[in-house]
């Protein structure tokens, strides 16, 4: 645990220095979102991803004698990454899996796969230099609908994280694997007369702007009640 504990503190530090980088590489590889608003989710994403501080061990006796409670790894983890947030899905996946004990092979999305490659790399070169495995993340040269189809059905692989659009999300769900998936959002904001006007519509502009709204949990709609509708109008386009 100690161990890992160096490894995640390298990596947190790596995905920092190479915040504004892969932030541009994301965007001049799929053109999606602001880099301003990309730089902001990989600071995120490095500095607010849970590390080996959410396992705790514990211990407790009673009339049955001790019990000893500790965390153990899957192994290996499939991740299926999207175009639309490629660094920063890769350092939170990282970031977390690794704290956990675990190894991870990538499937990045063929239309980001030159950022998520390099966001791999710099993370495994942080792990080396700490005396971490060499390639404890891994991903395929040229990902394609194929390569996620091996990770998933490999019988190696326990786990499954998909970030993705509908059709990948319920090929994993038929997986037979342990998966935690993330599909398409569809936020709706509520405003009603307990809102504090003026920050609800500072929020729902910030929210619903920010990286271009492609953020699947990014407000995409709103419902407000009569009585606070004009209010609320009036203040967005100010």
């Known amino acids: 645990m100690k161990k890992r504990g160096q490894i995640i503190a390298a990596m947190r530090k790596a995905s920092l220095a190479n915040a504004e980088k892969l932030a541009v590489m994301a965007h001049e590889e799929t053109g999606f979102g602001r880099v301003a608003d990309k730089i902001i989710k990989n600071i995120l994403a490095a500095e607010k991803t849970p590390g080996i501080e959410d396992l705790r061990s514990r211990a ?3 009339d049955d004698g001790m019990t000893l409670v500790e965390m153990a790894p899957f192994g290996v983890i499939g991740s299926i990454t999207p175009s639309t947030n490629p660094s920063s899905t890769i350092i939170n996946n990282s970031i977390s899996m690794v704290a956990a004990g675990n190894g ?5 999305h063929p239309s ?3 950022v998520t490659l390099e966001t791999i790399a710099i993370l495994n070169q942080a792990i080396f230099e700490v005396g971490g495995p060499k390639e404890l ?3 395929p040269l040229n990902p394609t609908l194929e ?9 190696d692989i326990r786990m499954l994280a998909v970030t993705g659009g509908e ?4 090929v994993a769900m038929r997986s037979g694997k342990k998966v935690i998936a993330a599909g398409p959002g569809n936020p709706p904001v509520i405003v009603d007369e307990t809102a504090n006007i003026k920050k609800a519509a500072n929020d729902i502009l910030r929210g619903s702007s920010f990286d271009n709204n492609i953020l699947c949990t ?3 709609e709103a419902f407000i009640i ?3 509708f004009n209010e609320l109008r009036n203040e967005m386009i100010r």
């Open 112 to 114: 980001a796969k030159k």
């Open 226 to 228: 009569n009585s606070v």
């Open 218 to 220: 990014a407000e995409k």
């Open 60 to 62: 407790y006796t009673g």
């Open 147 to 155: 390569t996620s189809k091996v990770i998933m059905t490999h019988k």
């Open 104 to 108: 991870v092979v990538f499937n990045p």
């Open 167 to 170: 059709a990948v999300v319920e």
């Open 137 to 139: 993340l891994t991903a």
